[in-house]
């Protein structure tokens, strides 16, 4: 399996911005579909985007269309998230997870189809 580091989290005010990373390690990057979740204290953990292997098809959650952007380095290893416009209803713990795929522009919004994920960096947006 691929290890997954995330950072970028933070405090921020809202309507601010955050970038957050993801650092893919053990596994070829280039051949994982990945996705960011996220968690609220006492919520399940819900979608907010993901990118298929090579970058060129994205999905993204309603809640976050239009303010998120997910993008990926293969040379790099890395996934990003962009969130621009932030609320105080995005505040949560943000997991990056990857699900191994032999086709380049697939991607996925279910939890249960990723097989690895990181340890999650703490967002908090404040009013």
């Known amino acids: 399996q691929v290890q997954l580091v995330e950072s970028g989290g933070g405090l921020v005010q809202a309507g601010g911005s955050l970038r957050l990373s993801c650092a893919a390690s053990g596994r070829t990057f280039s051949t994982y579909a990945m996705g960011w979740f996220r968690q609220a204290p006492g919520e399940e953990r819900e979608f907010v985007a993901a990118?298929?292997?090579?970058?060129?098809?994205?999905y993204y959650a309603d809640s976050v269309k239009g303010r998120f952007t997910i993008s990926r380095d293969n040379a790099k290893n890395t996934l990003y998230l962009q969130m621009n416009s932030l609320k105080p209803e995005d505040t949560a713990v943000y997991y990056c997870a990857a699900r191994e795929d032999t086709r380049t522009y697939t991607i996925s919004f279910k939890k249960y189809e990723y097989d690895s994920w990181g340890q999650g960096t703490q967002v908090t947006v404040s009013s």
């Open positions: 990118i298929s292997r090579d970058g060129g098809n994205t």
